[in-house]
């Protein structure tokens, strides 16, 4: 791919990519598929930002025109989850290594968590992309590291659905389900898998990282909104700096 290509930094709310913007150099809006996109540099590298919206059809489409539209020659996606893998705290940073649907279930025709037709339920992110993420996360923890977020870095699989998990009889059921058939998310939201299969049918790199907004439980609308807005902004804004600088160098 031309080394003028795109990165695509995707998000699903504003709040996820504050500060990215103003960073953007020779930036342009472009309005395309009921979305806004903003193309221009970051770090010197050609980049197009969007936001999503939210849910796994608002991802895929988004997803969608930023490879077909914009010819992304990779994914970046960057926004919050609940945390429900052992020792996954709210502060904390989840890297997807896997991405699975946890509410596909077309069973018996196809097993549970399968894409019907596509063969698999899980989808890999690109692994030099994945290693990048967390080199640059590492990078960054430092300097966000707090006495109440020590800002801890997590590799694994991350599942995706159409709800808002925020309760704990709805995690218990959750991960009881996905262990069923082996499998053990770290955080759960509600966009990354639908991006990564849209991705792997088109060839394209993706990685997702994601903040601990809070532990999908019973507090977790309380945390939400001002954890995003405070925290997982900047978060994000360093990870992705960081994250571009790295490529620029490779």
Request: aromatic share 8%; net charge negative; charged share 20%.
């Amino acid at each position: 791919m031309s080394a003028e290509t795109p990165i695509a930094i995707l998000s699903a709310l504003a709040e996820e990519q504050e500060g990215l913007l103003e960073h953007l150099q020779d930036a342009r809006r472009v309005d395309h598929g009921g979305r806004v996109f903003w193309t221009g540099r970051l770090q010197g590298l050609p980049v197009v930002l969007a936001l999503s919206r939210i849910g796994k059809v608002a991802a895929a489409t988004t997803a969608t025109g930023l490879i077909t539209h914009f010819g992304a020659s990779r994914v970046l996606f960057t926004g919050v989850a609940g945390g429900v893998g052992p020792g996954v705290q709210v502060g904390d940073v989840v890297v997807g290594s896997h991405y699975v649907q946890h509410d596909m279930d077309a069973s018996p025709l196809f097993p549970r968590y399968e894409i019907p037709l596509c063969g698999q339920a899980l989808f890999a992110a690109d692994p030099p992309l994945l290693a990048t993420a967390c080199e640059a996360f590492n990078r960054v923890q430092p300097a966000l590291r707090t006495a109440r977020y020590p800002a801890k870095l997590h590799t694994g699989l991350i599942a995706s659905g159409d709800r808002f998990v925020s309760s704990t009889a709805e995690v218990s059921a959750l991960l009881g389900a996905l262990a069923s058939s082996d499998y053990c998310p770290l955080a759960v939201e509600m966009e990354g898998a639908a991006a990564a299969q849209v991705c792997a049918d088109y060839g394209v790199p993706f990685v997702a990282m994601r903040t601990i907004s809070d532990r999908a439980d019973d507090t977790a609308h309380v945390d939400f909104p001002q954890f995003v807005r405070e925290t997982a902004s900047l978060y994000a804004r360093a990870f992705v700096l960081e994250m571009l600088d790295l490529l620029s160098k490779r």
